[in-house]
């Protein structure tokens, strides 16, 4: 919840730090970026060592960064601060998994359904509390007080219940290709989801620049920066959709992901050819709930698609092709903005980016049915 406002930070951060708009959504996107690309790193760190002890660093790492944020003069101070975040954010993101992973194994769908529509909720509260914190306190202010709140954390990791070592994680001379389970990338199912999760990270592109974009649109600075809750609303509402649609339709979940990327693409369809505001608010609600219907669909591809037993490793891969995917269309997003001056070639980026994600998963559904004919 601490992290997920970014957009609201943007604009002051661009005047305080006076720096091009590339610049400042690169800073920021060192934060979620840095907590995809880290997650296989962080899977190995649970693994092998002690959930609780990577939960407390987690908690240190996110408090230094805030608190250097908090005091940072420079744009250079801020590029650290958020890198301290990210590897904070990815740690304690791979200990939840891992722990759902190992405790939960006969209730994982209904677990993982829990932990995804929290996160939802989460989503929705940031952006209007970050409102409040920032117009009472200060920019500076909200990140000193979620330093406190990272503080948090270290109570959730003194509760953990280390999980028992298994025969895998007590073999101390794994190799690299064992250790990271590249093993995974054979299987064509876990190469789709890859793809589909870089091409996916267009997302982080539209949180970043929402706010602007609704700004430039004459919607005034209060209505733009509460985007936020229109976009965490219909994360949530997305989220246990999947239930809906396996009970009404069909419980294939590539067929899942072809819905969502087809929302996706109607979205920006939508947000390229309109310019009113009220268009805005109907495109960041719709491409919000196509977030949160793959994010729950991602999870329970891995575990029933492709490999159960390595659900844990093969989930942070699908995150670090993420943080690979947001990590270039973040910065592109803002060089667009610089170079034309508003962000309508960032949103044509976007409505391309996710015709390309249907395209494939529409392929691969097609050439599974070719293979089953053949079979038969």
């Known amino acids: 919840m601490a992290f997920r406002s970014p957009g609201i930070y943007y604009t002051y951060m661009a005047e305080y730090f006076e720096a091009y708009a590339v610049n400042v959504g690169f800073g920021l996107s060192m934060i979620r970026t840095l907590n995809f690309l880290l997650g296989v790193l962080g899977a190995i760190l649970v693994e092998r060592s002690n959930c609780r002890l990577v939960t407390f660093f987690s908690s240190l790492l996110m408090m230094s960064g805030t608190f250097l944020i908090y005091m940072s003069t420079s744009f250079y101070q801020l590029i650290i601060a958020c890198t301290l975040i990210g590897i904070g954010l990815s740690l304690a993101n791979c200990v939840s998994y ?37 117009m009472l306190y200060g920019w500076k202010s909200a990140f000193l007080i979620n330093a406190g709140l990272s503080y948090q954390i270290c109570v ?19 190799n690299i290709y064992k250790l990271c389970h590249f093993s995974l990338f054979k299987n064509k199912m876990f190469q789709t989801l890859l793809v589909v999760s870089c091409v996916q990270a267009a997302s982080e592109g539209i949180i970043l620049t929402m706010t602007d974009d609704l700004e430039e649109r004459g919607a005034s600075l209060y209505l733009s920066q509460s985007i936020g809750i229109i976009y965490g609303i219909g994360s949530l509402l997305g989220r246990p959709f999947h239930y809906v649609f396996n009970k009404c339709f069909t419980t294939d979940l590539l067929i899942h992901l072809a819905m969502c990327f087809l929302i996706a693409t109607f979205s920006t369809f939508i947000s390229c050819v309109f310019t009113s505001v009220t268009s805005v608010f109907l495109y960041i609600f719709m491409y919000s709930f196509f977030t949160g219907w793959i994010d729950a669909v991602k999870p329970l591809f891995m575990k029933y698609e492709i490999d159960a037993d390595e659900f844990a490793y093969g989930y942070a891969w699908t995150y670090v092709f993420y943080g690979l995917g947001s990590c270039i269309i973040i910065p592109v997003t803002g060089l667009l903005r610089d170079s034309t001056g508003s962000y309508w070639a960032s949103e044509v980026l976007f409505f391309v980016l996710s015709g390309i994600g249907l395209g494939i998963v529409l392929n691969v559904i097609y050439h599974r049915r070719i293979h089953y004919k053949l079979l038969q």
């Open 98 to 134: 891992y722990i759902l992973d190992v405790y939960f194994k006969q209730h994982f769908e209904f677990v993982i359904s829990v932990l995804l529509v929290i996160r939802g909720i989460g989503a929705i509260i940031s952006t209007p509390v970050t409102q409040i914190v920032v």
């Open 156 to 174: 959730c990791g003194s509760v953990f219940r280390t999980p028992k070592k298994t025969n895998r994680n007590k073999d101390n001379n794994l």
